[in-house]
């Protein structure tokens, strides 16, 4: 009979990467913007995303996944940008550290922690699709908040067109483009 102690370790460990739905999206607050979206909130639109725009041939389940789990270490770090002085190298450290520790007590935590690398190192079509969809929901929420007022957003945009090669997002990104100017 358990002693609870499992039960309360998974309680904690679901508890703290709900906590991402109480992260702010780190550029928009440099960048001023009153009401950021959350971390969650953008892995929720990629996610949306991923049934609006993936391609048929690449499995759909695998990408929601990726969505919903790529940006989960940041719970535990926090929204880290390449302006906050942290290095490629040490972002991924940190985050790698985070994950592993965040999933040890998850319900099927070894599952999410090997999509969370697989995603991280772009195992696949369906990781490298997703990290499209990353960069073009930034460049979409970057519309929306140019169109509330905000200022900067192109630098978003600019950002995500290094990323987007897929024909069909590249024609979203460039509408984006157009509207933001």
């Given at each position: 009979m358990s002693d609870g102690r499992e039960d309360r370790l998974a309680?904690?460990?679901?508890?703290?990467?709900?906590?991402?739905?109480?992260?702010?999206?780190a550029g928009w607050v440099r960048?001023?913007?009153?009401?950021?979206?959350?971390?969650?909130?953008?892995?929720?639109?990629?996610a949306w995303l991923v049934l609006l725009l993936l391609p048929e041939e690449l499995d759909r389940e695998r990408a929601l996944a990726y969505a919903v789990v790529h940006d989960l270490a940041e719970a535990r770090v926090?929204?880290?940008?390449?302006?906050?002085?942290?290095?490629k190298a040490d972002k991924a450290r940190l985050e790698a550290e985070a994950l592993n520790a965040m999933s040890a007590h998850l319900p099927r935590g070894a599952a999410v922690r090997d999509l969370w690398h697989a995603y991280e190192a772009q195992a696949d079509a369906e990781a490298r699709f997703v990290r499209q969809l990353d960069r073009l929901d930034m460049a979409i929420q970057a519309l929306v908040y140019a169109r509330e007022g905000a200022d900067g957003m192109g630098?978003?945009?600019?950002?995500?067109?290094?990323?987007?090669?897929?024909e069909r997002l590249r024609e979203i990104l460039d509408g984006v483009r157009r509207v933001i100017g």
């Open positions: 309680i904690d460990a679901v508890a703290e990467t709900l906590a991402l739905k109480a992260v702010d999206r960048r001023g913007v009153t009401r950021p979206e959350s971390v969650a909130a953008h892995s929720w639109g990629i926090g929204d880290l940008t390449p302006h906050d002085g942290v290095s630098e978003f945009v600019e950002s995500a067109g290094k990323v987007v090669e897929d």
